[in-house]
Structures are given as C-alpha cells and as structure tokens.
C-alpha cells in the first residue's frame, strides 16, 4: 500500500472534497466524488501521469456527483455507486435548481456497489461499506489507515439527516458500528471540511459520541 498516494479536491460552491487516489507504480487512479470542476479534475488525474480505473460516489447528492457526465465526455467510466441513491443522481437538476444553480448531466450509473464489494487499484484494494443515514445509500472506501467517508461524519459534526432519504438512527449507527470500528488511528477524510481520526470523534464528536 505504499505506493498509494491520496490528494484532496475541493470543488465548487458547497467546497466538497473529492479524493483521487494515485498508485503511481501501476500507473492507475481512482476518483471519489466527482462533484463539480470537472475541467480541474482532469487536469489533475492527466498531469498524475496515471489512467483513471474507477469514477466512484459516497452518496448521490449534487454536490458530490456533479461533473461526472463530463467526465465520462473524457474518460469512458461509469460513475459507481450503491443502488439506493440512484433516485438521488436522477433528480440532480431538480436539486440543483432548489440551490439556484445551474442543472448537470445526468451521468451513466453502474449501481453495482454492495456492503463487501472490493475494488482492485495497483497494489491494493478498495473496500466498500454500506454506512446508510445521510442518504440511503450512503458508503465509505477504505483501506488500511484510511477511510473516505463523505458525508457520514466531520471533524467535530456529523451529515444532515433532514435530506430525502436521511435518518439520524441509521446514520449513528453506521458512525458507531462501522466507523468507530475500524482502527483507532485511521485517518477519516470527509466529504466537507478538515480530515480526522476515529480516536479524536469517538473522544469528542457532540453528535455521537463513542460508547
């Protein structure tokens, strides 16, 4: 694994952290929550010297899938995902105009994550847990010391469950049982705002904290 590196985009007015994922010694990438830059976004994947193998999504919100039709104009990938957030990708434009901004593509889905699945780059792997509560369909990617975990928790705060589809108790309960589960020192990198670790939330998240 340590021929992995992992860079922070943010992008757009919501400032949502993308996360490209480089093994430079395969020469592969992965992209998690292409949401908006595309132009930026591949610029950067282009200049990694690395071939993109996998356009990925934590959840289905606007701000998190935004540029990924005009990603696949560039790099032929379908955006994946969990099949529970499909109806979220789909309404995109209807959401983005309730912000007052201008609609995306739809892009092409492959719904085809599940709680397990495993996803091969370089010399590791990525692993897919279900963690539903923000969104329906909600999951987190990751690998040893690392976990990309959109929008499930923050440092110091949690994601919204007012949103179609959110629920506070399942939202917990994925924080409590998958994420505060794994290692303590694993890096946690949100989807919005500074990255963390599970020992700093499970000490001093107000919202849920560890038991």
Known sequence: ??????????????????????????????????GDEPARLLQRIDASGCRLRWLLATHGHFDHVGAAAEIQAAVDLPLRLHAKDVFLVEGMPQHQAMYDLPASAVPRLAPDLTDGTTLPLGSGELLVTTVPGHTPGHVMFSWPGHAVVGDCVFHGSIGRTDLPGGSFDDLAASIRNRIYELPPETELHPGHGPDTTVAHEMATNPFVPGL
Do not use: F, H, K, Y
């Open 1 to 34: 694994m340590s021929a992995w590196t992992l860079e922070c985009l943010t992008v757009g007015p919501l400032q949502m952290n993308g996360w490209l994922i480089l093994d430079r010694d395969a020469g592969e990438a992965a992209l998690i929550d292409p």
